[in-house]
């Protein structure tokens, strides 16, 4: 049994115990992805958030659409159309207005998590305003995917309870604590729900979006174009 398997078999045992059901699971949760129908990417913005959480994803499906793939990636805030502000204090933007029903995935970037009193996913958190709108978007046919502490804001949502998923190692114990089955695996896909470890973990989150719903091998062209390799495990039903 490889490691892959050992992790597969941990987390649905820990998933059968108890815990939200997925929407859907696996491929079931797709869209048909055409030239005229492309994939539709919406990343979730607000002020804190992590550079590189957000960029790193950005990169590599601007590629995939630059290099051929039926897909669209566009930054979205809750907030109106403001730019917005990262945590080492980049301006982002533009970025468009709220509108997830115009989304096949809506990605969710980490940020500072320990400071309730600064911008970041701690203050959002606190604010209730971004995982209330998320868990008002969820429906059947959009994944939610998540870098980082990003995925603490799905939490609050109430989307990780009984889930297979995994956030960045200093939050681990608190998605835990909040119901969250942990897997030890880079990126993890419960169908609906994709989550990806810390920080770079964001370039192996966004190839592998571009594996599932897209093509493997445009996957990997991207990472020749990157001159990077993607690392650990890929965790998926």
């Given at each position: 049994m490889d490691r892959r398997d050992v992790l597969r078999a941990t987390v649905v045992a820990g998933a059968a115990a108890g815990g939200a059901a997925a929407l859907s699971s696996g491929a079931a949760a797709s869209p048909a992805v055409t030239p005229d129908r492309p994939l539709r990417v919406q990343v979730v913005m607000y002020d804190g958030v992590e550079e590189m959480d957000a960029i790193?994803?950005?990169?590599?499906?601007?590629?995939?659409?630059?290099?051929?793939?039926?897909?669209?990636?566009?930054?979205?805030?809750?907030?109106g159309d403001l730019p917005i502000t990262g945590f080492h204090g980049t301006e982002l933007g533009p970025v468009g207005r709220w509108a997830p029903r115009g989304a096949d995935v809506l990605l969710v970037p980490g940020g500072g998590y320990r400071r309730v009193d600064a911008p970041g996913v701690a203050y959002e958190i606190q604010r209730g305003v971004?995982?209330?709108?998320?868990?008002?978007?969820?429906?059947?046919?959009?994944?939610?995917?998540?870098?980082?502490t990003g995925t603490m804001l799905l939490?609050?949502?109430?989307?990780?309870?009984?889930?297979?998923?995994?956030?960045?190692?200093?939050?681990?114990?608190?998605?835990?604590?909040?119901g969250g089955v942990i897997t030890e695996a880079r990126v993890v896909d419960d169908g609906d729900l994709v989550t990806a470890g810390g920080i770079t973990s964001g370039l192996d989150l966004g190839?592998?979006?571009?594996?599932?719903?897209?093509?493997?091998?445009?996957?990997?062209?991207i990472e020749k174009v990157l001159e990077y390799q993607r690392r650990g495990t890929v965790w998926h039903r």
């Open positions: 790193g994803p950005i990169e590599v499906l601007g590629l995939a659409k630059g290099m051929g793939g039926a897909i669209t990636t566009s930054m979205v805030t809750v907030d971004v995982p209330a709108a998320i868990a008002a978007a969820r429906r059947r046919g959009l994944t939610l995917a998540a870098v980082c939490s609050a949502a109430g989307l990780t309870a009984g889930r297979p998923c995994i956030t960045h190692h200093g939050a681990v114990e608190d998605l835990r604590a909040q190839l592998w979006l571009v594996e599932r719903f897209l093509d493997a091998d445009l996957a990997v062209r």
